[in-house]
């Protein structure tokens, strides 16, 4: 199976390339051979706003988790094809369900049989020296370590993909930048204890490489010059590895994201049963989405200029500022 993990940076002006390149979202997944795709950062504006020819694609059934503090902000969903749809889903579960840490949209948890895949898109803590979400995104960490531990000492295989918000070592940040200056001791630490515990499938597969990384700063020429930093991520717990096959950095369109994908490719594991019905969060299970007069992103897309497009692509996080 096939994995495609992704920070598109605004999903709405996303899926309007798809449709330009590859006729739309299926197209796109099918381009990649994807059974799973997890995208973060999809700063949609609220659950109503889903539209059922983005979240039901043929072949697929989607979980999202949508920021319930700002609108335009955060957000993650994961794509499921048919034959690897999930027996249960969460969102947003790494607190209480009113904590501060589940109110983002950043958690995707989605339960495919042989593995629990948890898809992520951890805080930026913001600029330094400041950096004024530093204890937030300590706190996120801690409780992500703890679930997916938790979900791991109960006998479950875990893969926890995403935009992870740290690179690992300095050899995952360009010369020109010094990857102990831009985290915190604390941050580094809580990202290692992590590590420990979840393999870092593609350093695992690419122990040598270098200069090889997943987002640039979008405000200089960093791209052109790749003055970037390696932060998204497939950390899968031991069991996992005897069935990976690959893992890759897959280069998309610069204009599309600030972030490169990776593709994540699996064997040798057994899908969910077939015929099972969709888990609770399943968009198939949605009743919006039966609704046949509700407008589709198509018509969205038509209405929005591209000074909107490119406003949205503004909004969230402070994603440009990567060495924060």
Known sequence: MRILIWNVNSLVPTVRNFVHAHGGLKGFLQEHNTDVACFQETKLLSAEKLTRDIACIDGFESVWAISQEKKGYSGTVNYASTEWSPVNAEVDCLGCGDDDIDR???????????????????????????????????????ALRTKALSLQDAGRQVLIVGDLNIAATQRDVHDKLDREAMYPKHEKELFDCILMEFTDVWRKLHPDSVNTFTVWDEKTSARAFNEGVRIDYALCSPGLLEHVVSCEILSLPPKWSDHAALVLELKGLKPPPKGHAPCALSSARMKQFNDRSQPSMRMFMRKLPSSAAETDETQGDTKRQKTS
């Open 104 to 142: 983002e949209g950043r958690i995707v948890l989605t339960d495919h049989g042989s593995f629990v895949l948890i898809n992520v898109y951890v805080p930026n803590a913001g600029p330094c020296p400041e950096r004024p979400r530093a204890a937030y995104k300590y706190k996120f960490l801690e």
